[in-house]
């Protein structure tokens, strides 16, 4: 079964960085736009950052983590990364990838229960506290 694979979640204090991965064995990434969501505990999972699988590799990022967080690819291991900066305790939850049906349209408004979102991994965890 094909299924992307979150890995870099981690402990930090308020302030620190994170990068995390989202790769698969199963597809190759580039041309897929690809999503970063993420859910805390008692809370709706939530768009964070979405890369266009268009060669202008466009993205669109949720505004609670504009100017902190930052999406791209490398295509030479297969894999999408979400480098997270200046991270706060606000951030910490389970962060998952997907592949993006949409090509990122509607991203951030449409749920993630129902939306064009597809092969799901298990996620990884980050939290951020002092």
């Known amino acids: 079964q094909v299924q992307l694979v979150e890995s870099g979640g981690g402990s930090v204090q308020p302030g620190g960085s994170l990068k995390l991965s989202c790769t698969t064995s199963?597809?190759?990434?580039?041309?897929?736009?690809i999503d970063w969501w993420r859910q805390a505990p008692g809370k709706e999972r939530e768009g964070v950052s979405c890369?266009?699988?268009?060669?202008?590799?466009?993205?669109v990022d949720a505004d609670f983590v504009k100017g902190r967080f930052t999406v791209s690819r490398d295509s030479a291991n297969n894999a999408v990364h979400l480098h997270m900066n200046n991270l706060k305790p606000e951030d910490t939850a389970v962060y998952y990838c997907?592949?993006?049906?949409?090509?990122?349209?509607?991203?951030?408004?449409?749920?993630?229960?129902?939306?064009?979102?597809?092969?799901w991994g298990q996620g990884t965890q980050v939290n951020v506290s002092s």
């Open positions: 997907a592949v993006d049906s949409a090509d990122c349209d509607g991203f951030g408004r449409t749920p993630w229960a129902s939306g064009p979102y597809d092969y």
């Open positions: 199963g597809f190759i990434l580039d041309g897929y736009a």
């Open positions: 890369i266009s699988g268009s060669s202008d590799r466009s993205s």
